[in-house]
C-alpha cells in the first residue's frame, strides 16, 4: 500500500507553530493549489493558436490544503523561512482525522503530514 502526495502551490498563510498538551509541536500552515482547463463548449478541434487567443474559455479553481509538519528538522525551517505567498513543493501523506470544534460539533478534517 501506498500513501503519498506530490503537491506544488503557494502558501496562504504564514506557518503558525503549536505545541497541546506537552506534545511535540507541529508547523502549521495553508497551500493553495491552482487547476485550470478549458471549457467544454470549446471546440476541442480548435488548433493550439486559437485556443492561446481564445482566453475566456479558461476556467480555474483553487483548492486549499492544510499542511502539517511534525518532524523536527524540518518543522523548524518551515516555521522560520516559509512565508505567505512563496511557491512550495510538499511531499507526504494524506490523514484523515476528526475533531470537536468551539460548539461540540463533530468535524472532519484532511491534512498532509509533510
Known amino acids: ?3 503519498r502526495v506530490q503537491l506544488l502551490g503557494r502558501v496562504g498563510q504564514d506557518p503558525i507553530m503549536r505545541q497541546v498538551d506537552g506534545k511535540n509541536p507541529v508547523t502549521i500552515f495553508s497551500l493553495a493549489t491552482n487547476e485550470m482547463w478549458r471549457s467544454p463548449e470549446s471546440d476541442a478541434n480548435e488548433g493550439a493558436l486559437l485556443f492561446l487567443c481564445n482566453l475566456g ?3 480555474q479553481k483553487t483548492t486549499w ?5 511534525f518532524r523536527p528538522g524540518l ?3 518551515t ?10 513543493y510538499v511531499e507526504g501523506k ?6 470537536t470544534d468551539k460548539n461540540n460539533v463533530r468535524r472532519q478534517a484532511t491534512t498532509i503530514i509533510a
Request: glycine share 6%; aromatic share 14%.
Open 79 to 88: 516555521y522560520q523561512y516559509v512565508k505567505r505567498g512563496a511557491r512550495i
Open 1 to 3: 500500500a501506498m500513501n
Open 65 to 69: 490544503h492544510r499542511i502539517s509538519v
Open 57 to 59: 474559455d479558461i476556467s
Open 94 to 99: 494524506i490523514d484523515y482525522g476528526e475533531y
Open 75 to 77: 518543522r523548524d525551517v
